[in-house]
């Protein structure tokens, strides 16, 4: 697939090729139409330049918008604002810093009345400045017949940028503010820019949207150095993010497009918004004939991001912390520790009775501590309101335990969406195909081929969650159709079985070939003329490498299903699909070598191959893997920033990069790595961006909403989970690390419906907020937690011993953890450094005596679908009492054991 420029609509999916030769060699289109509309910003008109001891920057004569933001201290090449397009952007429509919109209505009107300073701008009024006022100006001729008085002052406050808006109402009647935004476009443009220079020069955003708790992180993309912070100053409740797609910016994927800052969003939530539940409750403001109101953001630096919540602290901000985070399992409880310096009032709970919040008898001074149980599925927010008025909102999302989820996203696969066609033209029967859950109805046609195709991301997700699924939780009837799909569609279709391509994969079995095919073949209803509709001959590419690892771990899922469960799996021996697994590991590089120097999502398992062919004693096949992807290992040392791909810029290679780096013990790229995931990666108190990694184009390849737009879940968050969680292991002091990775690793299960079915992702735009409507790619990120999910054991510092999916209790015996990953196959003893794997059976309990180090293991009794139990220690300082392992490194246990101990033999 080639690299692709697009807008909000499948329309731009026809201009992709043109735009990507305008984005690389000429001018976009959007400037050009731009170019012949008047300036308004009146740029030359001059700029005054402001010094604070941590920020610094320009502010222009003209329209006293924010022309430069920069660190006082920092690279003089690094800018806040997207200051190189300052020029392009200076006309009508364009959005800046000190930007207000607003909707209002008077108490005589009916409809709401859409103002904006950057709509029809005019010069300001300057009014007097002086002492620790900036820069201050009427904005009346920039908001031409708005009834209200607006104005606008700059001022320092501390070591710090306040921006202040003051709104008088001076007729005689009450006025509402329905909507008041403050937009805050940050230099997140990365148009014609490569890698090195987009994380030298561009940041990234998260917001907080939790009323007067929230803020807003802007990260520079290399994940070092400090953290801009915008928080609420006064009377500026963080209560909902709007995108600025009026904002004529062209917006692609090199760019998200701006979002704005919304105080009150009751006059949205009335008209674009109708019907949809937004995070916090609109609100607006009620102006009494006379009254003034103030309005103020504050901008601070935090000196690092793992430092953003120490900061928070600093500046007298309600701080809450969940563990293990704010998506919670009907049967795993949560922790929720909360910290400011007023006392809590009230705690409220939306719907009613969707969480029950008990207060901890035993509470650390400066936190207190609740309790968090979810009682039913689905978004549930949570209100804290202050001593001093300050309201805080937390959002959760309540799930069903980590095994039902699985339970019923298997389910729903392998029956909802289970293909049986045996006329199908393009050979895709049987198999597990894309399902769009809002017409209740399987996608066998699409203009974007690989929809239906069964290959590339959004293709094959459905069918690699699928097979994913079996490593946690194998089940005879799914596998029975998966052995199916295995041997007469993936075999032999998807994976070329003819000639020298034997381990070819191809980009998509559904193409668009009318005069090939007979008649009827076609929807008339669909538009088949965009490039994305693939003649057979393009369908038929091996040459994407990012199409082999969704192969190579049906491949291996098979080989641990045989290896592991060979009353499940027996057709083939386990060393035949082990084979097959390296095969298609050793095809990636040699039949798709230009996407291959780039890391692949799912590029991990190609590490979890290598690592059984070590163990089962294949050194030939294991030598050659290893070789090959140190080769590209080594390709990856040499760049500043190696995670590079198909698209200018991604979230999604870093994952095979990093475990790479690490296994080869490339420390300098791991760690440019892992500090570039912690970039785009945060921790905060809502569930759809905690642990959420960026993505914000692949509802144009893999969604039913087709559009830009920052993407809740997607499959990058669990991938980037894996190096994350990961990293955490080498240093479990660490519990920034903890936190995302956990939160990212569940995020594969947050957005699976009651009913099982999986979405690509969730829509963050406020006039959406809801599950995309097709599985699309979800499968890849649905991956990483079937390979890497685990319950991790710590002790807190502050908060003490926790379970992270897990049900801990402590008593004079030690500790006890009830197990609730899905899988219930691996747990992390992070005061030990010990990593418990079971590669087959299931682990119910773990009892840990942290003076001598002592664990029990209570093995859940075997039966048809769980057999005898084969665990495996990732460190040597620990043995199985009274078993030797063989010659797998594994300890193999006897079938009825109940029990199984673990002592500590080194530390």
Known sequence: MLTKIYSTTLLVLLQTAVFTLQAQQHEHPVWKAVREQPATLHVDGGEQKFALPKLKGAILQSSQTIASLQQTNGDAAFDYTPVELLHKRDRNLFYHLGDINLRIKKSTDTEWTSYSTAADRHDINALPAGQDILAAADLTPTLPNIPVHVSRTWKRKGDDLILQFDIHNPTNQEIEIGSLGIPLPFNNNLEGKNLDQAHAHNVFMDPYIGMDAGYMQVNHLHGKGVSLLVLPEENAPFEAYNPLNTDPTPRSITFEGFHEWMIHSKAHAETDWKGVEQWNEPTSKILKPNEKATFALRFALSPSIREIEQTLVQYDRPLAIGAPGFVVPLNNPAKLFVQYEANIKDISVYPHNALTITKNKNTNGKWSGYQVKGNRWGRARVTITYADGKQQTIHYKVIKSERDVVNDLGNFLTTKQWYENPNDPFHRSPSIITYDNEVKRQVTEEQRAWYAGLSDEAGAGSWLAAMMKQVVQPNADEIAKLKRFMNETLYGNIQHKTGKDQYGVVKSLFYYEPDSMPAGTYSDSINYTLWSA????????????????????????????????PHLVSEESWDTYLDRAYET??????????????????????????????????????????????ERAEHWRTLNYPFGSEMPWDSTGQEEVYMWSDYFGFDDKATVTLNAILAYMPTVPHWGYNGSARRYWDFVYGGKLSRIERQLHHYGSALNAIPVLDAYRNAPEDYHLLRIGHAGMIGALANVTEEGFAPGAFHSYPSTLANDGITGDYGSGFYGYAAYAGTYIVQHPEFGWLAFSGNLTENKKGIQVEITTAGRNRIFVASEQLMIHAESGEIAKLDYQPKNGDITLTLVGSGDNNPAAHLRLEQDSYEVVGIQKNEQGKYSIPAGTKQVKLKRVSR
Do not use: C
Not at 622 to 627: P, Q, W
């Open 534 to 565: 693939w003649p057979k001959k393009e369908a038929d590419n091996i040459g994407r490498s990012y199409n082999y690892p969704h192969v190579a771990a049906a491949h291996w899922v098979f080989y641990r299903l045989a290896r592991h469960y």
């Open 585 to 630: 590991s050793v095809a990636m590089v040699e039949k798709a070598p230009h996407y291959a120097q780039y890391g692949q999502m799912e590029g991990s398992i190609f590490l979890i191959i290598l690592q059984d062919l070590q163990r089962e004693g294949k050194t030939r096949e294991a030598a050659k893997l290893e070789s090959l992807m140190r």
